[in-house]
């Protein structure tokens, strides 16, 4: 039977071997295994490296689409290690290592437009330590809730478990009756509501709304939408930004500096308008994005007469990635 990567990581032993060793040996530890697993399933790294080249191969030669492709692959990997340290790590080092590591200076935006009192949906993506988003905020004394799904049991558990410790409301994606009433009921008293907007696989296309993605062709998601409208909330978009392991920075943007960025593809909805802007994140820095082996699943087939947007012709985002600040 094939396990998933991710599920083998967060196995029972495994995680007592995190425990006993530490972190210094798990971080090695993952990288180890992590690329054993890709070394033995070619299919999974073909389909990532494709992927790649099929959004940014028409700038790029070969050896820089192997060059980027390495870096997906150690950012995926640097993924599984973050999951696992914020789950299992103790509070008051997790803490610290938060507050020590991650430049945020950007939460200075989110105390903005709490002021405003409608709740605020902080959007983020499948990009850079998108783990530690939630509990970064909770530290800081943000009233934090947020819908979650686990591949194994006994990562809910404990994440529940934690979640209590930081005073985090987790949302149980699967067993909540209706996700998006009781999303909105958490916004009502001026919470954060963190989600994503690029879990393909949850995506609830819209029948009429249709958008670009990566070059593709795609009905929109209308989770957003329909939040944000039904309740009011303010929506802000928000990413960690991966140097290295011991060195991050959080990237908020409110929603009128995010519509400053993409004015020149008049986004239709919010729910647009969030993708897009992740859209040139990734364009940016494709190293920081590891849904590539779901790119395929994306919408419909890619959008026949056109290219992809070159990274060149864009706005400069802050900060100038891939540098330290």
């Given amino acids: 039977m094939h396990i998933s990567l991710s599920k083998f990581l967060q196995l029972r032993f495994n995680v007592l071997l995190y425990l006993i060793f530490g972190w210094n040996f798990s971080k ?8 054993l697993y890709f070394f033995l399933n070619r299919r999974e790294m073909r389909r990532i490296k494709n992927s790649i080249s099929e959004v940014i191969g028409y700038r790029a030669q070969e050896s820089n689409i192997r060059a980027i492709t390495k870096k997906v692959l150690n950012g995926i990997l640097s993924h599984y290690y973050e999951k696992v ?7 008051n080092k997790a803490t610290k290592f938060l507050n020590s590591n991650i430049i945020s200076n950007d939460l ?3 105390h903005k437009t709490l002021l405003k009192g409608k709740g605020v949906i902080v959007v983020t993506g499948h990009y850079g330590a998108i783990e530690y988003i939630p509990t970064l905020l909770a530290v800081n004394n943000f009233a934090i809730s947020m819908i979650a799904k686990f591949k194994t049991e006994q990562l809910k558990k404990k994440v529940f478990s934690q979640a209590k410790r930081y005073n985090i ?5 699967e067993k909540t009756g209706n996700v998006i ?3 909105m009921r958490e916004l009502k008293e001026n919470r954060i509501l963190v989600t994503e907007c690029d879990e393909i696989e949850e995506w609830r296309p819209s029948g009429k709304e249709k958008t670009s993605f990566l070059g593709k062709e795609t009905a929109l998601d209308r989770t957003i939408n329909v939040i ?19 060195k991050y920075k959080l990237i908020m943007y409110n929603y009128e500096d995010m519509l400053q960025f993409v004015q020149d593809l008049a986004p239709a909805s919010v729910g647009e308008t969030v993708l897009k802007f992740l859209e040139r994140h990734i364009y940016t820095n494709p190293e920081q994005w590891y849904q590539w082996k779901k790119y395929g699943e994306i919408g419909m087939p890619p959008i026949a007469g056109t290219k992809t947007v070159k990274p060149a012709s864009l706005p400069l985002l802050k900060p100038a990635f891939g540098k330290a600040p």
């Avoid at 090695?28 to 690329?35: A, M, Q, W």
């Avoid at 409301?169 to 994606?173: E, F, Q, T, V």
Wanted: glycine share 8%; no cysteine.
């Fill in 181 to 183: 009433r009781t999303a």
């Fill in 85 to 91: 340290f914020i789950a299992f790590e103790d509070t």
């Fill in 169 to 173: 409301r987790l949302i149980d994606g």
């Fill in 228 to 246: 944000q409208k039904r309740t009011g909330a303010e929506i802000v978009f928000g990413v960690i930004h991966r140097y290295n392991m011991n």
């Fill in 108 to 110: 200075v935006v989110l």
């Fill in 28 to 35: 090695r530890y993952i990288f180890l295994f992590g690329r």
